[in-house]
């Protein structure tokens, strides 16, 4: 692969890392609140529509897998890190486990989440890659992100919160972090289009997925 891809994969992996170590804090904007991962995780999608585009789905599935072995690798050094004594004059204990660590339920809805929320992007644009022909990439990118956003959302708010968050507290919680992911990947429609153009230019490829395995298993 080339270096283009190697840096959009490295830029993908990168932002999933800060949205997972930024998720701890929650701000308030517009009424509405989130988790500051908000600022950086939809920028996933959007390499990853960038990826699934030009070099086609069996790639974005490596990048996918790619993705979740750094993030438990980066679960799994926070941990042993916390777990390690610290050194006596050090006050920073309680700091580093309240805004690192994670309970064992969070982790599995945050892992469950994004394999279902990336690989539901990237086969919703793929398949509507192919049924529109290559045309009108808005609507692959917009549409995929409406799809994938929502599983990624639904699938991690339901793991980590039911039982603990009333149900209509739940359900305005899973709609208002999907509207705001979608409208931040709409609002980016224009860098999708200028990086895909430029990428497909340069790597002179413009993958169709016409006989793709889309098992997500499969490497």
């Known amino acids: ?60 599935r490596r990048v ?5 072995a750094c993030n438990a690798l980066l679960v799994a050094a926070v941990w ?3 777990a390690l004594p610290a050194a006596p004059f050090w006050r920073g204990q309680a700091a580093y486990e309240e805004i690192l660590g994670q309970t064992p ?20 644009l793929a398949r509507l890659k ?16 409406l799809v994938g956003q929502a599983l ?3 699938v991690f708010v339901t793991l980590a919160f039911a ?14 972090q999907w509207a705001v992911k979608v409208a931040w990947e709409a609002a980016a429609t224009p860098l999708t289009y200028a990086a895909v ?7 002179g490829i413009d993958t169709y997925d016409d006989r793709t395995d889309f098992n997500p298993i499969r490497l």
């Open 1 to 60: 692969m080339s270096w283009r891809f190697v840096t959009c994969t490295a830029l993908f992996v990168a932002s999933l890392l800060a949205a997972n170590t930024m998720a701890a804090k929650l701000i308030v904007l517009g009424g509405l609140v989130l988790s500051a991962a908000i600022v950086i995780f939809p920028l996933s999608y959007v390499l990853g529509d960038v990826l699934t585009e030009v070099w086609g789905y069996a790639a974005s």
């Open 64 to 68: 996918i897998w790619l993705g979740f």
């Open 80 to 82: 042993l890190g916390g």
């Open 105 to 124: 339920r969070i982790l599995a809805a945050s892992f469950l989440a994004y394999l279902v929320g990336e690989f539901a992007n990237a086969y919703v």
């Open 130 to 145: 192919l049924a529109t022909r290559g045309r009108w990439l808005w609507t692959r990118t917009i549409g995929s992100t």
């Open 152 to 154: 990624d959302t639904v």
């Open 163 to 176: 039982g603990v968050v009333p149900g209509a507290a739940l359900a305005a919680l899973v709609a208002g």
């Open 197 to 203: 153009g430029w990428l497909k230019a340069r790597e």
